[in-house]
């Protein structure tokens, strides 16, 4: 074999090496995502990747009608936002939303007497907490796989009516 034929035969198996080493390695990575189950998340992480992007005003929801320093809207208003848009855009949750719980208090009231998990708005903030109780499914950062829950939650600003974050948990 020439000297010139030589090189091209050599090049051409370089670069066929090169591009099984590439699809090796993409079928690899993809294949080892697929089969990685979840991260065991806790409620306070989730919590985090939940938070609204501005948790100190929020993100208008509620249309705020009660005159007064107390609630500026009621448990059913809540109740029908929560029933009629669900969870936050990163969580699906399987089936009719089912609005176990609705109460209005102060961040340290409701962290103290009705959340399990620290709802991360401040003590003395008036919120409103809304929790349901479904097949609650998020994204995994992690391992782009899913994680499942049968509890979530959506807090509101008690006299905005905006929307300050949600997560989920068991």
């Given at each position: ?5 030589r090189?091209i ?17 993409v ?5 080892a ?17 939940a ?5 100190d005003?929020?993100i ?6 009660l005159?007064?320093?107390g609630?500026?809207f009621t ?38 007497q ?6 991360g708005?401040g003590?003395d ?7 349901i ?24 600003d ?13």
């Amino acid at each position: 074999m020439s000297r010139p034929s030589r090189r091209i035969v050599i090049a051409s198996c370089s670069v066929g090496a090169i591009i099984l080493a590439i699809v090796f390695a993409v079928i690899s990575r993809s294949s080892a995502t697929a089969q990685t189950s979840p991260a065991p998340f806790g409620p306070d992480y989730l919590t985090g990747v939940a938070r609204a992007p501005q948790p100190d005003t929020g993100i208008p929801a509620i249309h705020p009608h009660l005159p007064g320093s107390g609630p500026a809207f009621t448990a059913a208003d809540a109740r029908d936002y929560v029933t009629t848009h669900g969870l936050g855009g990163h969580m699906a949750v399987k089936g009719a939303i089912n609005v176990t719980l609705v109460v209005f208090g102060t961040g340290a009231q409701i962290d103290r007497q009705e959340s399990p998990i620290n709802v991360g708005v401040g003590n003395d903030r008036l919120i409103c907490y809304v929790e349901i109780h479904n097949t609650i499914i998020i994204g995994d950062p992690v391992t782009h796989g899913t994680i499942t829950h049968t509890r979530g939650f959506v807090i509101f600003d008690a006299h905005t009516g905006n929307f300050l974050g949600d997560g989920a948990f068991d």
